[in-house]
């Protein structure tokens, strides 16, 4: 459990890292000092040893061999007190010794004395005497290749352990007392960092559905943390948005299916509640069938819109020839508005080309050329004009209908906006014909406007991309 | 009884005002709110079915008024506004019911007699004048055990006899009650009812319920 909590997390895996390194440091800064130490060690016994041994080879030395300190003396300025030196004949007979040297005798043995009769010099630790080991160095003298004499000069190794252990001891408590600290430090910074992660967590967790109008206080800073808090408010608003249009969507939904519903249910129970005569269920069924007609054309545009909002309505884009497809709805529309005795007329560009789906297409200009038959009054006017310039093509209806007043113009292409709903329901409409065209213009990489003047007529105006050349 | 039938939906207001007068009410009808609280104001209405999305006068702003002119007929709310504050806030304007659509027709009417029924005082189903009995719910007359067949308008004009015994009731006031504003109040149609109802009423029992008040009206009592 602990390990999912991201503060334990990085101050472990801190510790971690920091351990590593301060181990490896403490290493190395161990094994480098030993070995200087014991490299400078080897290095004095051995010029030590060499000064004697050139000193018992020199025919004009004073030195005897009793005198070797003060022969060092006077070669090295100092009296070395701590060193042990001792001088054997090449049989290995101890010729003298230092004066600190006076009681024991520095051990010699067999492979030493090999080496040394075979001229090479020997560097050994031993434990002879004391508490301490000792390092010692065995250098044969030799003159017209034979061996004179053999010089061991050793010391003591107290200083050196002395020192080591102490380094040993220091890194032993300040390298764990330092994780301990950094540790701390470093839960107290993943902490500080993380708290205002905390906060979002528990206003998150607050909201759902029903409460997005909650919002996490901001912090001022413009950090990540800062960013995060915003981005989520931000998507906050974003799905309150969408789940209010939802709900409102869905509640306009229903609202349009029980007016139907209501209708066929009334006019049924009416019906059966005695007997009647056959004209009389002609007229209820003749009722009836239009209601039902009219749910169908509901939830066929609802099924529509809500498959386009979840992007499974795909465009099958072709080249069409829209010149045509206005041609084909003009004839369409002359029919539909002879019946109210509406003239239409067409103004038509000729050979015009758009990319798109031709069903979208005609289904888009029926709509708007059936809308405006219906909020044409009798003897009216109706117009469709299509032209084209380099940078887009037009499509207009145009009507002398009843308008819309300016109020009302920016909803018309939402769903189920309806200026009057009794005259729109008579007439058959879903609330959803304009949505589904402006999906339709939008789809194509188009524009849907409106301009109206209330009582004088509209003017919906589509405008899409022209056909690019190379196609 | 007349009932005013504010709805702008033409087919729902058709069906319910073809159903209720089938139920022997008088049903007027309008689709706006504005003419809806002008019939509400100069007609003297038994109940009043209003819908709350209307045309040019919002159906709550007309129960408001009618509430603020101090009229206290009953007005059921039929609306396809179904939730609980438009259902509280609906009751709390002055409603006296709430239905809402899509609804059952037996229903509606069964909130009608019900509204009408406490309107009037009447704790039952049953309207009684002397051996005289009408079922409400039935539409069932019967006098001295015997049913008595009548048409929907002389039934209408029974109820309103028998909700209001002992009282005189003036040719207006049956036109407002009985008849539609269809009613063309210069002709004789009440007085003709009058006689059917009587013919079958009142002929062949000695004690006539009946009563002709000279220069006023008619009235329906039990003593001679």
């Known amino acids: 459990m602990i390990f999912r909590n991201i503060r334990f997390k990085l101050t472990l895996w801190y510790i971690i890292i920091l351990g590593l390194i301060l181990t490896s440091f403490s290493t190395f800064l161990y094994f480098t000092l030993s070995r200087s130490l014991y490299h400078g060690i080897d290095l004095k016994i051995k010029s030590i040893a060499e000064v004697i041994a050139s000193s018992s080879t020199n025919p004009y030395s004073h030195y005897s061999f009793s005198t070797i300190d003060r022969m060092l003396e006077d070669s090295f300025g100092l009296k070395p007190v701590t060193k042990f030196i001792q001088v054997l004949d090449e049989s290995g007979r101890v010729g003298s010794k230092s004066e ?169 129970e009416v019906g059966l509640r005695k007997r009647r005569r056959l004209e009389e269920y002609r007229k209820i069924l003749t009722s009836n069938l239009e209601e039902v007609n009219h749910m169908g054309r509901i939830v066929d545009d609802l099924l529509f819109l809500s498959k386009a909002d979840m992007g499974e309505v795909h465009l099958q884009k072709k080249p069409v020839d829209l010149a045509q497809l206005v041609s084909e709805v003009y004839a369409q529309a002359k029919m539909i508005a002879m019946r109210k005795g509406i003239h239409v007329q067409m103004s038509n560009d000729g050979d015009v080309a758009v990319v798109g789906d031709r069903l979208r297409l005609r289904e888009l200009l029926l709509n708007l050329v059936d809308n405006a038959v219906k909020y044409t009054p009798e003897g009216g006017e109706m117009r469709i004009s299509l032209e084209r310039n380099d940078q887009q093509v037009t499509l207009r209806v145009m009507d002398t209908g009843i308008g819309i007043d300016p109020q009302d113009q920016p909803h018309i292409f939402d769903r189920f906006f309806r200026v009057d709903k009794a005259r729109s329901r008579e007439a058959g409409g879903s609330g959803l014909g304009l949505s589904i065209c402006k999906w339709i213009v939008e789809a194509h990489g188009g524009e849907i406007s409106v301009e109206s003047d209330l009582g004088k007529g509209s003017m919906f105006r589509v405008t899409l991309p022209p056909t690019p050349p190379h196609t | 009884m007349r009932i005013l039938v504010v709805e702008d939906e033409k087919k729902v207001a058709s069906f319910i005002k073809k159903g209720l007068e089938e139920e022997h009410y008088a049903v007027d009808v309008t689709h706006d709110g504005e003419e809806g609280l002008a019939l509400a104001q100069t007609n003297e209405y038994d109940l009043v079915v209003l819908d709350i999305m209307l045309p040019k006068l919002d159906g709550m702003e007309v129960l408001r008024q009618i509430r603020s002119d101090g009229l206290d007929v009953p007005i059921l709310i039929l609306t396809a506004r179904d ?127 009946i009563h002709t008040v000279r220069g006023s009206g008619y009235m329906m009592k039990d003593e001679p």
């Open chain 2, 83 to 209: 939730s609980l504050e438009d259902i509280v806030g609906g009751l709390d304007s002055g409603s006296d019911d709430y239905l809402t659509k899509p609804f059952s027709f037996a229903e509606l009417v069964a909130r009608v007699r019900a509204l009408l029924r406490r309107r009037m005082k009447e704790k039952t189903d049953l309207l009684e004048v002397g051996d005289l009995t009408l079922s409400l719910s039935t539409h069932r007359v019967k006098r001295g055990g015997r049913e008595i067949e009548l048409t929907a308008k002389e039934y209408g004009l029974l109820e309103y006899f028998m909700r209001n015994p002992n009282r005189i009731l003036t040719r207006t006031l049956i036109a407002e009650h009985v008849w539609d504003y269809h009613f063309d109040p210069s002709t004789n149609v009440i007085d003709v009812y009058v006689n059917y109802l009587r013919k079958k009423i009142d002929q062949g029992f000695e004690k006539k319920l």
């Open chain 1, 100 to 268: 600190n040297l006076q009681h024991f005798q520095l051990p010699i043995s067999l492979l030493t004395l090999k080496n040394a009769s075979q001229g090479k010099v020997t560097f050994e630790t031993t434990k002879a005497f004391g508490k301490y080991p000792l390092r010692m160095v065995t250098v044969p003298v030799i003159r017209r290749r034979r061996i004179i004499n053999i010089v061991q000069v050793a010391t003591s190794l107290e200083e050196v352990e002395e020192a080591l252990r102490t380094l040993w001891l220091i890194l032993w408590i300040t390298v764990p007392s330092a994780l301990v600290v950094a540790s701390l430090g470093g839960l107290f910074l993943a902490n500080k960092a993380l708290k205002p992660v905390d906060e979002i967590t528990k206003t998150a967790r607050l909201i759902t559905s029903k409460s997005l109008d909650q919002r996490i206080r901001l912090r001022k800073t413009k950090d990540e943390i800062g960013r995060l808090a915003e981005t989520f408010n931000d998507m906050i608003s974003r799905l309150d948005r969408s789940f209010k249009q939802i709900r409102q969507f869905s509640a306009n939904a229903s609202h349009e299916l029980r007016t139907p519903l209501t209708i066929l249910k009334g006019e049924i």
